[in-house]
């Protein structure tokens, strides 16, 4: 059974709430320009699952205390920028259901409006001497950027194998989703093996949360950004790699022409979709989703029984079940 998000985020609700106030103000400036678009960045906000992760870790090993919010902000503050600089890479101009911040202020604006987040989230762990954070964030920083650009030289020569696709996406998404379970628990104590053990569970939870958007993108449901986007941007994701490697020959010549060639026709995209699910891409995928799903709640047994740990079980559960 899925549990929603409001049940999941029930033990840290005044949390959250005030985590809200925090995270608007950490993003204040005087610039009337950078003003607009925060406000417009606050207003079209996404499930802020991050900002769940750290406090249910933070209150799985200890009490929640002011690193937990310090911790929260910044990496929601890196997550918006990370996606605003997306959306600028992939050339998206839909975010959330809502226009991107490059549609609506061009690229040069949206590249800056990541640089300043990015700098906020900083400065708001220096300014408190958080330097635990800082090495934590700056990690998954270049993590973030690597795996981004190691995207972007495979969707160049499309010579991607399922070893570099988990790479890609343990860099990507996996890495800031580890900062945020780590960084909870560290937030509340200094026990090192408890922050590795969070850590990882993040890691494989954070691979499970990306290998279901990737199936997302070959769906129909709305997910609030275009669907079936993956194969026009020449993303080679799981569902489509494992397809490669099972088909023959000429079924190969003809996917490869088409991500190269016809990746813009409806008819040659909509064939590709209907071959990737014959060869058993999307159960293949799935499995794998579940595999990683399984070795996230492995570490979780690890703690004792609380209520934070069973909204953490239940966000495990709603990472690979939700519809977007
Ligand atoms: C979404 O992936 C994007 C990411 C998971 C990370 C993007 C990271 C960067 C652009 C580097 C950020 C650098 C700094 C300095 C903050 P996607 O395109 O597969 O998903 P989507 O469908 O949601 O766009
Ligand atoms: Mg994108």
Sequence with gaps: MIVSLDAIKKPIKSELKEFELFFKNSMKSKVPLLDRITYYIVKSKGKQMRPVFVFLASKMTGSISSSSYIAASFIELV???????????????????????????????????????????????????????LKIMSQAVKNLSEGELLQLEKA???????????NII??????LISAACSAGVAAVTDDEELIRTMSDFGTKIGIAFQLKDDLLD???????K?????????????PIIYTLQ???????????????????DKKRVSELIQTVHSAGGIDYATLKMD???NQALKQ????????????????VEFVIQRKK
Excluded at 156 to 166: A, N, Q, V, W
């Design 291 to 293: 595999e990683y799903k």
């Design 79 to 133: 997550h918006t920028a990370s996606l605003v600089h997306d959306d600028v890479v992939d050339e998206s101009s839909q975010r959330r259901g809502f226009f991107s911040i490059n549609a609506l202020w061009k690229n040069k604006i949206a590249v800056l409006v990541g640089d300043y987040l990015l700098s906020k989230g900083m400065l708001l762990a220096l300014e408190k001497e958080e330097f635990r954070l």
């Design 170 to 175: 343990r860099q990507k998404t996996a890495a």
């Design 300 to 315: 979780l047994e690890k703690f004792p029984h609380s209520e934070a740990k069973s909204s953490m079980i239940d966000l």
């Design 156 to 166: 160049r020569k499309l010579d991607i194998d399922e070893s570099i696709y988990f």
């Design 226 to 238: 275009p669907r079936a986007i993956d194969i026009k941007e020449k993303k080679m994701t799981l």
């Design 218 to 224: 070959y769906g129909t449901d709305n997910i609030g």
């Design 246 to 264: 099972n088909c023959n020959r000429s079924t190969k010549r003809r996917i490869i022409s088409t991500i190269k060639n016809h990746s813009n």
